[in-house]
């Protein structure tokens, strides 16, 4: 939760050590909106499909970029004491310290429902496209939004002892602090089942990742452009992993990376081997951003909206995050 670097669908922003941020990218939604050159006391970043979020000190918040379905809406200047925030494709949720939660943006398929009123008790959460999770200090969840491929199926109310979790646009995945997973939403497979010793998870559009704390992956899901390429096995001493929509990247123990996936749009363009002392690893739809140990960072992939533009290598001094937020 603690990143330095997050990806939208086109655009990403990057925390810089004094609290400013940098932004690149698509702008056609105003998703690198000048706008952001004006922040100060920055803590964490955050960024939606075409808009973004940055917290600060105080418990504030600002928020920039595409507004077409109210997902910059003036509300978000009134809450205070916020903590955290995830975004969505149209909406966003703010987390406050008192474990309550804070929506807005899109009411098309639910996202805001004022049912988030209700919820107490939560300590993380979790947005993609259209719908979101909570979890609780108890080790239960709450989903709202979009139902349309069972994302928000109640059989979440049914799981406990859950510790983390991972959203995509159709489908969600929690861990549960016996090291197992489970999974709902629209799934292809369903032998995350057999899945044991696992520590932390991600999710790509059709696919999901799972870290095990031996450092070996586990993937499932459609494996249409090789999500889930066989290739993945291979890897070891992985400790951070990370999806777009059709690619995946694995932060290896000794600061390379190693990618897998759909290379239509140069996400798994070898030039990733390159990279050496990586800390941190984030990934958009089609592009990936890695933060180097000095504070530079290298971008590869989709580059269309120019994403990958090479502004990025005159950025310096990007925030170093904790390493338990690296190590997990």
Known sequence: MN????????????LKEDGTIECWGDNTRNQCDPVYKTFECVIQVFCGSHHSVVLFKDGTLECWGDNSWNQCDPVYKTFTNVISVACGCR???????????ECWGSLQ??????????FTGVIKIYCKKYHSVALKNDGTIECWGDNRFNQCDQVYKTFTNIINIACRSYHSVALRDD????????????????????????????????????????CWGGNNQNRCNPEYKNFTSVINIACGDYHSVALLEDG??????????????????????????????????????DGTIECFGDNSFNQCDSVYESFTNIRVPNPYYILK
């Open 3 to 14: 990143k330095s670097i997050s990806c939208g669908t086109f655009h990403s922003v990057a």
């Open 91 to 101: 909406h966003s949720v703010a987390l406050k310290e008192d474990g309550t939660i």
């Open 109 to 118: 398929y639910k996202q805001c429902d004022p049912v988030y009123k209700s």
């Open 179 to 218: 090291g197992t997973i489970v999974c709902w939403g629209y799934t292809e497979k369903e032998n995350y089942k057999t899945f044991t010793c696992v520590i932390d998870i991600a999710c790509g559009d059709h696919n999901s990742v799972a870290l095990r704390n031996d450092g070996t992956l586990e």
């Open 256 to 293: 390379t990376i190693e990618c897998w996936g759909s290379n239509l749009d140069n996400q798994c363009d070898l030039l990733y081997k390159t990279f050496e002392c990586v800390i941190d690893v984030a990934c958009g739809d089609y592009h990936s951003v890695v933060l180097r140990d």
